[in-house]
């Protein structure tokens, strides 16, 4: 009878208890909950992995460890008030299952079981316009959605105030796009959330969509200066162009008006040379 009740209370004195998921961040440090009662007095605290037959950490007396395990090494911290396990540098590798077993009191034990599931931390997604046109009195806009992180899921919604149209198109290789058609001359609000699974990150987007009204040129002194230079630039630039299309045209009547002007100088000279000989000048 007295070794019955003395395994029933050594069965009592070890207390399973499942902590659940924790979620940590690539790069980031994850803290694991040894799920201790505050009012606990601990002497011994091991954490261990892969079926409780691999230390990581341990602390016992004065006395404790974290350099068990090498693929741990320099980036545990132990709580020895209340158990709880800091992992830095989070990396792909952690996650998995994380089992603690505590000693308190009066030699009574717990064993906790944490699983850590690593991922990457969502930023807000970028948010950008890729189409925009008023037609038949609306605007019709498309916006895409997108982010860096893989896997990821999209989600759109408008302001509650919003009474166009709106469809999302088919997401894909992490890009999400919405069109949209309302009517001018007002600010509308989307948002575009993105998602892993673990976690949401939002981007809030606000566009606006106006009626197009003919621009004034710029006036200055009563003139358009504007259209003046553009004139004259042209002017210039079709004077060029002539002047290329005609220039053997241009050479040719310059060659024919130099050689006709030789001609008269030689004959007026001729002619003064005759009037002062007396010798007969005979002409060709």
């Known amino acids: 009878m007295i070794r019955v009740e003395l395994l ?46 691999t230390w990581i950490a341990t602390f016992k007396g004065k006395n404790r460890n974290t350099e068990w395990f090498g693929p741990f090494k320099g980036r545990l911290s132990i709580n020895t008030s209340s158990g709880d396990l800091e992992i830095r540098d989070v990396r792909r590798g952690d996650d998995m299952v994380y089992s603690v077993l505590l000693t308190h009191g009066q030699g009574e034990q717990q064993i906790s079981k944490v699983r850590l599931t690593v991922t ?7 948010v950008r316009k890729v189409f925009s046109v008023l037609k038949d009195g609306y605007c019709v806009m498309a916006l895409q959605c997108s982010s860096t992180v893989k896997d990821t899921s999209f989600s759109w919604e408008p302001e509650a105030s919003f009474d166009g149209s709106f469809w999302r198109g088919s997401p894909n290789a992490n890009i999400s796009v919405v069109w949209s058609s309302y009517s001018p001359n007002r600010n509308v609000t989307f948002i575009c959330t993105a ?36 004139k004259l630039l042209l002017g210039f630039l079709f004077g060029c162009l002539l002047t290329y299309i005609f220039r053997e045209s241009l050479t040719c009547l310059s060659i024919r008006f130099n050689k006709r002007r030789s001609i008269n100088q030689v004959g007026a000279t001729l002619s003064g040379f005759e009037k002062k000989s007396s010798l007969p000048i005979e002409r060709s």
């Not at 981007?203 to 969509?209: D, F, K, N, S």
């Open 8 to 53: 029933v209370l050594s069965l009592l004195t070890v207390l399973p208890v499942v902590m659940g998921d924790t979620i940590g961040y690539l790069g980031e440090s994850v803290t694991l909950s040894s799920g201790a009662n505050p009012s606990w007095h601990i002497t011994k605290i091991t954490w261990s992995i892969y079926n409780n037959d």
């Open 120 to 126: 990457e931390r969502l930023i807000e997604p970028s």
């Open 195 to 230: 998602s892993n699974g673990l976690t949401n990150a939002s981007r809030v987007v606000r566009e606006t969509c106006q009626d197009e009204q003919p621009k004034p040129d710029v006036v200055v002194d009563g003139e358009t200066r504007v259209p003046g230079i553009i």
